[in-house]
């Protein structure tokens, strides 16, 4: 049942040159699976970010190889770069980033517009998304009358309106207080295992480590440890 | 679209302009100053153009005939050389031709009545046919021209000319007339106001011989064609040029704007006005869009093409262009109409607001464009920092 999404092989992505060249990471190898939290640990400066976001098919590595659903992305032209990412990938990030001048609502609606949803489907499957976040009351908010997690939960909605198969994290938990993260971090889990998706999830934080099924840890740009818990979140 | 639409779009990019315009109302505020000004400026000028080339074919454009013929090396309707009248006779027997109507424009001293002089444009017509002859009068009539020293003069000159009342005695070139009719809105482009009167009259005034004219206006029989006749007649009649209505009015216009650097000065001001319009909309639109990188970045994380930001920016620019052109169209008419009954026509035809409408967005589009630059080349990464 846990088919996989995403191949990593041997990938390295190297900022600047010379002297100042940062090797941010050093040969990674992985794959990602369908209905599975992966937790994705390691120091700061590690290159958690970094690998999420060639995950994510934001940037392009310096060496190695990507494969979605088994087809290479070497090569891939930016502009095709960003049509997988819409059609394929989900992003949540440590800030949020709502659209400040749309409701809570048009936020999630925003992102099924930019995938061509008919515009009579745009209110209906926004709120459906938001309620699916327990967020039905929140819809008409603006993002500054809301809280962390609020704010959060409507991200998490809106990275979920174009049906991803790929639900990518970067600390989504660091700005919330401890029960709030906990509640945020339970939300993805359940998601992935409802909607089939694999989710990637970047934290520091060891209260959140029990959602994940399988857990890495990085380390100077390298894999130092790969942990399954077969399922269970309190292994 | 319906109209709750324009007011509250759903989500995608118009949404995204409108509330990018509606949540920084100072910025919007400075945009639309900038773009009303520029359309004013624009409109003002360009109304003035119009208003101008009007105004210096205006007894063209009056003068009810389809074909002028003039004296050879005419270059405008107010600097007129000399034909034998026996042309006219000419004329009238060439294949095509329904009616010759002799027509004088000659410059001329007036005499105010309190001794300063001015110079005039003397208009003779033909009374019989009225080719030629005042139009819009409010004082008098035509056939007040038949005693013997009529003029009719336009309203807007009365002071200038020094006249109080009709019945007015004055002088032209030492000769007595008496003025018995008025005029409401014929304006003249040289700053010497016609005086209209009879063609003889004309001639005597101008101290031209009874066997002179200035130009023949030709009438044209019913299903003539117009440039078969015109090159019959040039083919005919020696030393004269032949001029359609159309053709000769243009002419007029051009000399007057042009050698009077009138044109070039009013084109130079509303290319100046567009330019203001594209500096001020291309520095706020950009000003907004820095202030926003982060959201296009996020945009472009979640799978956004290039082209959707381009539109949310081009959608601010035509949104604003709309916003600033109402009022700026509103302030461009009101100066029209006020100027109807000043010495400088401005004139605001259909085609001209369509014209300011398109030059407005034009200049919000081009002010967009170092905006969809900057956007183009966005780091969706930015977005992790
Ligand atoms: N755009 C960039 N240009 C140059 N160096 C970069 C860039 N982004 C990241 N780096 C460097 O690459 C390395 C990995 O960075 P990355 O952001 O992936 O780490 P991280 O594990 O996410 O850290 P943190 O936990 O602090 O977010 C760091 O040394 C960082 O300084
Ligand atoms: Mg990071």
Redesign the interface.
Known sequence: MSATVLTLEDVRVTYGEGAAAVHALNGISLDVRRGEVTMLMGPSGSGK?TL??VM?C??RPSAGRVRLFGESLEGAAL?AL??????H?G?V??HY?L????KAW?NV???????GAP?ET??PR?LALLERLGLADRAEHYPAELSGGQKQRVAIA??LA?QPVLLLA?EPTAALDGATGQAVAASLKALAHELDCAVVVVSHDPRVLPYGDRVLELEDGRLKSDRRHGGNAHA | MRVGELINP????T??AW??L??ERARLAVTLVGIVFAVVLMGAQLGLLVGFARTASTLVDHADADLWITPEGTSNVDIAGRLPLARMYEARSVPGVARVDPYMVQFAFWKKPDGGTESVIVVGFDLATQRGAPWALTDGTPADLQRDDGVIVDHLYWDKLGITRLGQLVEINNLRVRVVGATSGIRTFTQSPHVFTTHARAQRLTLFPGYQTTYLLVKLAPGADRDAVRRALAARLPHVEVWTREGFARQTQRYWLITTGAGSALLLAAALGLLVGIVVVGQTLYASTVDRL??YA?????????R?LNRVIVKQAAISAALGFVPGLAVTAAMAWLSRYGNTPMLLPGWLALLLAALTLGMCLLGSLVSIRRVTRID??M??A
């Open positions: 970010t999420l976001q994510g934001l940037l502009a960003t049509e997988l990412r819409r059609r990938v992003f990030f440590q980033n659209f400040p001048t749309l048009e609606a925003i992102a099924l517009d930019l995938r515009r745009l209110r926004a809106r990275a174009g970067d | 759903p989500p995608g990019t949404l995204l509330r990018n509606a949540h982060a959201e996020t945009l472009v994380a979640l799978g956004a093409p290039t959707y969706p990464t977005v992790f």
